[in-house]
């Protein structure tokens, strides 16, 4: 499987589009949709060592950037002072800044120098409800690219496409206010695959996935869900010549990509589902780690419902994670869960190389692990990020800090630079020493 995504990958890298290249980031989870980059990457910086740049964002927004060509592209959320809405924390949690206008943003930043190229407003507006006081925003949901065009998703808000150079080529209102538990806030990615947008609306009423042409924003198709608040992103696989778009919930189910009819569905996982599924060969995992901590893998092919059959390949309540989406690279699937504790598991059987182990001083995650080079990359919400050796057995390599930040971002590498989005700033680390863990 990973040798057919490289061969891939190889190919691509021979077609530069608007600049693009097969190593860019052009969606939340990477170029293999797993959360591993091409190359290498650092593996020791700090305040002083191995800062290329970092530069400030304005407003507040938890979206990962993309990298494609020469350009960092990234959404904000930025309040214009109107409004007399609540802005302090609100019921567990939820409801900040629910009331007050903000001015929903799309900037473009130089590679090189972290100079913004270009700011857009795609549309001010003032949100019907808030967002969790520490890990929401109004920009949470990340973009995606396809090497000519950027589409930003701003939930309630619409989606937007532009060209490379800043141009709005088009904007989509779904119509829909979503209403959120608690006002938890919105967060959901919206996946591009095979010249295809796809995007999911789940909340407390009248949920549905659809199916957009990122040319036109035309609607091709939308079908009903009766999930409710769930954040994670859709995902497409292929399975004996045929693809489906899987979505986690209640119940993980897949849809015929070509009509958004159900397929087949698995229940088991609970609510407040946030890691994207992953694919290894003909097994699809999905995951919770709230209301029920869940490990499920699927194995593709079947139809209908798949729940309590030998469609479940294997399953764990051990490990599993709430927020951070899960990495799988050479059949191992890597998962981290929120109070940091990692786990690698056999992808084919389930069995465990090693099981929630302990890193070296509590730590909280939102962040989604990413990898390179045979080192996984963990952003935490505690100035660290934390690199721990891939493969069977598990080691601490580095622990890097920068004093003082928060990352509920996910990171990104390409081009052996890995780009840090913490809470006020991005940063660009390298190094000419990427290597040196070896």
Known sequence: MHGRALTLVSCLAMVAVSGAQASDWKRWRGPFRTGMAVG?????????????????????GHSTPLLVGDRLLLTTAVPTGRGSGPTGPGRAGGGAAAGLEHRFEVLSID??????????TATVATPHEGYHHVYG?????????????LFAFFGSRGLYAYDLAGTLLWEKDFGVQMRMDMQFGEGTAVALHDDRLILHFDHLEGGFLAMLDPESGREIWRTARDERFNWAEPYVVEHGGERQIVV???????????????????EGLGENTIPQPVQHEDLVFAMSGHTVKKIMAIRLGGTGDLTGTDAIAW??????PYTPSPLLHDGILYVLTDNGRLSAFDAETGDAHYLQQRLPRQYSFKASPVGANGKLYLASEDEDVVVVR??????????????????IASPIIVDGDI???????????????????E
């Open 419 to 437: 780009y840090l989005r913490s809470r006020t700033h991005l940063f660009r680390i390298g190094s000419t020493e990427h290597s040196s863990w």
């Open 137 to 149: 925003s109004f920009a949470s949901n990340s973009p995606v690219a396809d090497g000519e065009r």
């Open 248 to 266: 986690s919930g209640l119940s993980v189910r897949g849809y015929d990509f070509e009509t958004g009819t159900l397929v087949w569905e698995a």
């Open 40 to 60: 290498d990457a650092p593996l020791r910086w700090d305040e002083t060592t191995n800062v290329v740049w970092k530069v400030a964002i304005p407003g507040r």
């Open 315 to 320: 399953s764990t309540s051990r490990g599993a």
């Open 111 to 120: 590679r090189a120098s972290g100079d913004t190229v270009w700011q857009r």
């Open 390 to 407: 891939m493969g069977e057995t598990f080691e601490v390599l580095a622990i890097n800090t920068l004093k003082g930040l928060s990352f």
